[in-house]
């Protein structure tokens, strides 16, 4: 942190970066590294979020090469996003959250079959995250945080030989909560067996946009200069998800 100090100029700017590297760099220097100390908040709340007791390492098998990245998520995953509230509530507006995650479960060398790698992935998630959302209405934060979890894929609608899955590009999974949205819904189907949409496919777009909608005012957007182009197309271009705006 001193060393970062030492690279502000008299005025105030930070030399040799990018506005948005400078806007950065101002965040933390305002106090946001305060968020990083869970030695401030309650012990029942760091209680609430510890995801390490559910899937301690001598319960994961060692076969698996992935062995490290199961005890790792199940270690970190609940403090991450205590963090991430913690960053929220000190003003960040995007916070990124993620772990060594190991959902392919392809029952390989490397990977846990369905059955085993639930065991070992699917605890933590459902506890971290209602750890989440329970806190962030006690808070009265559930209008202003909108939380989005999801994955870069699906995963193939039969299982494989061995007893795992593969990579699958025509579903993915995505889960909304918070931000001011209507929540307690179900949007869009898929056929019979998972393996491609029945409805009208939601995008990343789609998306992009109802993050978007979510967090700014789309009108002021619209005439605010200097914007990025690939930011104002995703925010102003795009319909949200259908039914969530």
Known sequence: MDRIKRTLDTSGSLEGTDKFRAQ?????????????DLSQEDPRTLARYDTAPLVRPDQISRRWNNYNNY?????????????????????????TVTTNFVWDMH??????GVEE??????????????????????RGLSEKILLVVGGEMGRTPKVNSKGGRDHWGGLAPLLLAGGG????QVIGQSNADASHPQTEPITINHLLATIMHALLDI????????????????A???APIPGLL
Request: aromatic share 6%.
């Open 24 to 36: 950065a760099f101002d965040t933390i220097l305002g106090g946001v590294a305060d968020a990083f």
């Open 71 to 95: 005890v790792d998520n199940a270690m970190t995953l609940g403090k991450l996003l205590l963090l991430s509230r913690r960053l929220c509530e000190a003003g960040c507006g995007f916070v």
């Open 219 to 234: 009108g002021e957007v619209r005439v605010t200069r200097g914007l990025p182009a690939e930011v104002l197309s995703v």
């Open 107 to 112: 029952a390989d060398q490397n990977n846990a």
């Open 181 to 184: 949205l209507p929540m307690g």
């Open 236 to 238: 102003a271009d795009h």
């Open 117 to 138: 790698g639930m065991r070992y992935m699917g605890a933590p998630l459902d506890y971290a995250v209602s750890a989440f959302l329970e806190d962030v209405e006690r």
